[in-house]
């Protein structure tokens, strides 16, 4: 048999077996499926603690990376929920992926569960379609800065806090000195600067289906997927899985990708770190304790 003919055989051959085996092969390996990985961004965006881990660039690169190499893929799936946090975080996430849907040509959908606002919907606006549950909350396009001051408390308890400088701007906004009025005007120009730039990012990725006047769009407000999507802030109201079956077919593959770690992902305590005094223990724990307020104030704002 000339090899010509035996390579058409025995491709033939390759083609009927692996049709009758079909049912039995993992939908990765069929003909007839596509296959969307998913990447699940949840939690708050750069405020975390080692119990309470956040989202952070360096934490959900690699599941990033995974998730576009994945070879034949129609798509990428982006689960997203959270109420936002640090701008720069959710920014470098954002431009991470938008960097790897240009190099792949992969376009991305997000799908929104409880909430997309603020930093998480910076996320979302990295997406080339936004897909929100009925009941999530989205939007919250603004700046946001929180602290305590406990100046009238050190009074009170006759405790005297020293602190030497080179700088007389160093300490601003401390909160255990009296607020400055000047001090408080800086940090809301820096807001101002922030938001012009968050406000822009929304406008280069939606800006040609945004109905709303951007007065209501930036002020911070949030709303229902129902108005969001009135407003041109998401595409459509559903599910991860109703969407992509009716895209890509009942038998579409959706591959959770998630980075190596330690136990659930998490880093190991202890690994590559030397073991920590019992002051610096009780300092993280109240450090802990401080962060997990702030984290549980972010999520509060939108009544979850």
């Excluded at 936002?84 to 470098?92: C, I, N, R």
Aim: proline letters at 5%.
């Amino acid at each position: 048999m000339r090899p010509y003919v035996l390579l058409m055989a025995t491709a033939s051959l390759f083609t009927q077996l692996r049709r009758h085996m079909a049912p039995i092969l993992p939908a990765s390996l069929r003909d007839d499926a596509a296959i969307v990985p998913v990447v699940r961004l949840a939690g708050t965006i750069g405020v975390g603690t080692p119990l309470r881990p956040a989202l952070t660039l360096a934490g959900v690169a690699k599941s990033l990376d995974k998730a576009f190499a994945v070879k034949g893929a129609k798509a990428v799936a982006l689960v997203i929920n959270s109420p936002g946090g640090a701008p720069a975080q959710s920014h470098l996430i954002y431009k991470r992926i938008r960097d790897l849907a240009a190099e792949k040509h992969l376009p991305v959908i997000a799908f929104v569960e409880d909430v997309a606002a603020s930093g998480g919907y910076m996320l979302a606006c990295a997406a080339d379609e936004i897909v929100a549950d009925p009941f999530s909350i989205v939007g919250s396009i603004g700046v946001v800065s929180a602290g305590f001051g406990f100046d009238k408390a050190l009074e009170k308890l006759g405790i005297d806090r020293r602190v030497y400088t080179a700088g007389e701007r160093k300490v601003m906004l401390d909160p255990f000195q009296p607020e400055k009025a000047e001090d408080v005007e800086r940090l809301k120009s820096l807001q101002k600067d922030i938001h012009a730039v968050f406000a822009g990012l929304v406008r280069a990725r939606r800006g040609d289906v945004l109905t709303a006047d951007e007065t209501t769009l930036f002020s911070g407000e949030f709303w229902t997927a129902e108005q969001a999507q009135e407003f041109g802030l998401v595409d459509s109201i559903g599910d991860l899985r109703a969407f992509l079956r009716a895209r890509y077919g009942e038998k579409v593959v959706t591959p959770l990708i998630q980075s190596g770690g330690g136990l659930f992902g998490r880093r190991v305590p202890g690994v590559g770190a030397q073991a920590e005094s019992a002051a610096a223990i009780g300092a993280g724990f109240a450090d802990e304790i401080v962060q997990a307020a702030e984290a549980r104030a972010l999520w509060g704002r939108f009544g979850l």
